[in-house]
């Protein structure tokens, strides 16, 4: 691999080198840990079952800035679709190509040098400035930020402000940051009939029959009209199945998956309720098993969106729009803490496909961006 010029550039090449599918780290934690060891950081490895995670922090007073990220990648797939190796950096045409480029390993890169930019420039900053890593985001999820934030909230260690890495840019760098997440809910649900002979309806209970009905209200109703940051809820069935594989056979067991993206006018106790009284109110002998992925939240327009923004204006020339789109992050176990949290990452238009990419200009750029934000949380505001 021929190391680019631009620090964040070769770094974001290093750490994607590393082949780390998920919950592998394969070093990457490693690697950012020495570079911020040289800044003073202290840095705590925290292992809980197959996943490694990495707290790192330097300053012992408030207000704490940090950036969080994740160092796993999906898998690469068809390894016959992909025009290079997926795990050997490669830069054509201005393109940074390699699993983890865009998602997220160019991130993470930049808020390194970003931070080494920073403290070189502001050895005696006020506050702290933190890092939150794991390498458990784009699995199970159960082992990573989640448990290093019970175990910082443990101890009563609170983050003020965080950057979340996610690429959250659309059509050019900066374009959108995220500054929320819509709830998620999934269920899966048992609906119990009686089998036998189609010929014979008298003697049979349909688990389909009972399941349609409900099911499509389910899908109909109005949950809530949505507020000034979320659309309203949005209910959708992903899965039916159902059957013997018989056409002359009434099955006697339905089952049916479903998710709701919900918004901060509900909560996950409000939509349980709702859907077993639904089902009850029909007569439905169910079973349903609820999954809760995370709660909605809300960073409003302040300290950290008016940074981030002010950053992205000076650097990027455009004003970001504010979104709560898309699926759930590792931002839903840090937000609860009391945290200000955003995302803000480059271009998503290739992320978990073959031949992610990440424009090398943006990744320069996204590190301007990072810098900034730093100065004007921890300088400006601080």
Aim: hydrophobic share 40%.
């Amino acid at each position: 691999m021929q190391k680019h010029s631009d620090s964040t550039v070769s770094l974001a090449q290093a750490l994607i080198e590393r082949p780390s599918v998920t919950p592998e780290d394969f070093g990457c934690q490693q690697l950012m840990a020495e570079r911020l060891a040289k800044l003073g950081f202290n840095n705590e490895s925290m292992v809980f079952e197959d996943t490694t995670n990495l707290w790192a922090r330097k300053g012992a007073s408030g207000p704490v800035f940090c950036f969080a990220g994740h160092t796993d990648v999906v898998p690469a797939g068809n390894l016959e679709l992909w025009h290079t190796p997926p795990f050997e950096p490669v830069i054509i045409d201005n393109m940074l190509y390699g699993r983890g480029a865009a998602d997220m390993k160019g991130s993470l890169a930049a808020m390194i040098v970003a931070t080494e930019r920073f403290i070189t420039d502001y050895p005696d900053h006020p506050g702290s400035i933190a890092f939150l890593i794991t390498s458990d985001e784009e699995g199970p999820f159960i082992n990573g930020t989640t448990r290093v934030i019970d175990t910082l909230e443990a101890r009563n260690e609170k983050i003020d402000y965080c950057i979340v890495g996610e690429p959250s840019s659309s059509k050019q760098l900066g374009d959108v940051v995220k500054n929320g997440r819509r709830g998620s809910i999934s269920a899966e649900l048992h609906i119990h009939g009686k089998q036998g002979h189609v010929a014979y309806p008298e003697h049979v209970i349909n688990p389909i029959h009972l399941a349609m009905p409900v099911l499509a209200e389910l899908s109909q109703m109005h949950w809530d009209s949505g507020n000034e940051y979320f659309p309203p809820t949005s209910f959708q069935l992903s899965n039916i199945q159902s059957g013997t594989g018989a056409t002359n056979v009434v099955p006697g067991h339905l089952t049916a998956l479903f998710n709701l993206r919900y918004s901060t006018e509900l909560n996950a106790q409000m939509i349980v309720d709702k859907v077993e009284a639904l089902l009850t109110q029909h007569e439905i002998d169910f079973e349903i098993n609820w999954i809760f992925n995370g709660q909605p939240f809300i960073t409003e327009p302040s300290t950290l969106v008016d940074s981030v923004v002010q950053a992205i204006e000076t650097c990027c020339k455009i004003r970001p729009e504010l979104s709560t789109s898309g699926g759930t992050s590792d931002g839903r176990f840090i937000a609860p803490t009391g945290a200000q949290v955003i995302e803000l990452g480059p271009c998503n238009a290739t992320i978990h496909q073959v031949n992610e990419s990440v424009s090398v200009p943006d990744l320069i750029q996204l590190t301007d961006v990072y810098y900034h934000t730093l100065v004007n949380v921890l300088v400006n505001h601080g």
